[in-house]
């Protein structure tokens, strides 16, 4: 399968701190990672872990029990897809450090993000989380550690005294935790080799990180999701490593959850050409300079923060990046693969967040979970893209017919006028012809200020109103049957913070601005002259 590409090994991220997939949504994806090129997952357990005596207050309400992981591990390796867990030893540690029974274990006391690595009780810590997710992982060889991102290391209490002494600075402090962390490592599990992202290494002296011991123990994954991946800078930072000993180097690049913290859709022409960026990288070095690539796919920017692009939203960028991998690039038999394998008629390589000419200046992300079609839609949508055998669940691609929009209600009333061109290009039949609304009607006759006093010229209700409501009835099906798809992959938390972010305030507002019209519509009459009887007007 790999052909000429130079990663040997292809790894999906998944990513479980936020929306965390049902084992049986695993069960039908899996077969499509191993189809579009993958062979192996990092698994970002966070809260999902089923960790057990002390730590099973780390648990999230959902998490998997020891069972599920067992099957997630069946199912991966009837695919051929090699696991590598990832357990976070440093920062990132949210999901730890916000319980009451750990919080003295932050490097600050008001940020749960990064462990105090003086106390012994912290190592104690991570070496037990690891102890037990190695114990389920009775066929590792590798466990990715973390120690990305090691916000305010240094700032705490113990280690401005600790900095106080002299030769001591943040880089040794940081190679001394990864080196503790990696012998503990190392002498329960000898035959696992540690992984750890590489950005609190780049800026270390070389001679300091040669002489800390972590090379011989460690292998670094050096991260870059941008699209304008400084490539000879790469190539002389895997230069510097492969000075300082280590041994071997990954790669990691993105094909979601890298291009803003509540992104809905990936955009695909971004993470292509991150992974073009990547090869170059790779083609610059001797062939397998590079042990494997990650294709990370993060749900949360960490574990507080909002979810960016579900996992089914992002498959066709994923599908994408793999086969540009495999091929060297993306052209026009790469593409094509990629739909034979989604089941699609085209993919869509657009920007998703796009501007129809009278869209408003800040548009609302699109949504980007979609639906089966409606059999009313009949085969103007072209839509097949559901996996063999899965066909509950979501297709991979946007519905370009307005039943089956991925614009928001908001998005929508500053659309066409009626009977005009949906901006999908949609038309036909009775069912595809809609009333867009554009946002001059709103901002010119019912702005917020008409809506406080209740103003508006009654031919303008005229305009919006019917195809107000007709918008809410759509939206209000719609949103039904999406919460019901989305339960099909995700647990209960998942739907409900997912529909509150991206559905129900679209909603709330179309529901207001209906509110307002009907009370402006309907306005009482105007009251008599006191003591003047209306028999006496002429």
């Known amino acids: 399968m790999s052909g000429s590409t130079p990663f040997k090994m292809r790894l999906v991220h998944l990513d479980l701190k936020g929306a965390p997939p049902k084992v049986s949504y695993l069960s039908e994806i899996f077969p499509l990672f191993r189809g579009l090129g993958a062979n192996g997952l990092l698994i970002e357990y966070e809260d999902m872990f089923p960790y057990e005596g002390s730590l099973r207050l780390l648990r999230a309400k959902y998490a998997y029990s020891p069972s599920e992981i067992k099957e997630i591990l069946h199912l991966a390796g009837l695919n051929e897809l090699e696991v590598i867990p990832l357990v976070q030893t440093f920062g990132h540690m949210e999901f730890v450090l916000k319980h009451a029974a750990f919080a003295h274990l932050r490097e600050v006391g008001p940020f749960p993000c990064t462990l105090n690595p003086h106390e012994a009780e912290s190592l104690a810590l991570v070496g037990a989380m690891i102890d037990q997710v190695l114990e389920l992982h009775p066929g590792a060889r590798w466990l990715h550690v973390g120690c990305d991102e090691v916000y305010y290391l240094g700032e705490g209490e113990a280690s401005r005294r600790w900095l106080q002494q002299e030769q001591n600075s943040t880089g040794k402090l940081c190679l001394s935790h990864m080196r503790a962390v990696a012998s503990h490592m190392q002498t329960r599990r000898p035959s696992v080799t540690p992984l750890v992202w590489d950005d609190m290494l780049r800026d270390l002296p070389e001679d300091q990180l040669a002489a800390s011991g972590v090379p011989q123990l460690v292998e670094p994954v050096l991260w870059d999701y941008a699209a304008d991946l400084d490539v000879h800078g790469k190539v002389l930072l895997m230069q510097k490593y492969w000075r300082c000993g280590f041994s071997r180097l990954w790669a990691a690049s993105a ?44 749900q949360r920017y960490d574990h507080f923060s909002v979810l960016c692009e579900l996992l089914p939203a992002g498959v066709p960028s994923l599908a994408a990046c793999l086969q540009l991998l495999l091929h060297g690039g993306f052209d026009g038999d790469a593409k094509a693969k990629v739909e ?131 918008l809410l009835a759509q939206w209000s099906t719609l949103v039904q049957e999406l919460e019901v798809a989305l339960q099909l992959a995700f647990y209960p938390d998942a739907v409900e913070e997912w529909l509150e972010e991206n559905v129900h305030p679209s909603l709330q507002r179309l529901r207001a601005l209906l509110q307002d019209l009907s009370e402006v519509a309907t306005p009482p009459p105007p009251p008599t002259s006191p003591g003047r009887d209306a028999a006496q007007d002429p």
């Open 255 to 298: 094909f979601k959850g890298a291009t803003g913290p509540s992104q809905a859709v990936p955009p695909i022409k971004h993470h292509l050409r991150n992974h073009v960026q990547w090869l170059q990288v790779a083609g610059s070095r001797p062939t397998d300079s590079l042990q494997g690539i990650i294709l990370t796919g993060w």
């Open 340 to 470: 034979n394998l989604l089941g699609i008629s085209n993919l869509e390589m657009m920007d998703p967040v796009r501007q129809a000419p009278c869209s408003p200046p800040h548009p609302i992300s699109p949504l980007p979970v979609l639906l089966s079609p409606s059999p009313a839609c009949g085969d103007s949508c072209s839509q097949q893209g559901f996996l063999q055998g899965g066909g509950r669940l979501f297709p991979w691609q946007q519905h370009p017919c307005p039943c089956h929009t991925s614009q928001p209600p908001s998005a929508q009333l500053c659309g066409r006028a009626a009977g005009g061109q949906h901006p999908h290009g949609c038309l036909g039949s009775p069912r595809h012809t809609r009333m867009w609304i554009c946002p001059r009607y709103i901002t010119g006759w019912f702005s917020p200020y008409h809506r406080r006093r209740k103003l508006i010229h009654p031919v303008m209700v005229q305009h919006i109103q019917p195809a107000a409501l007709s």
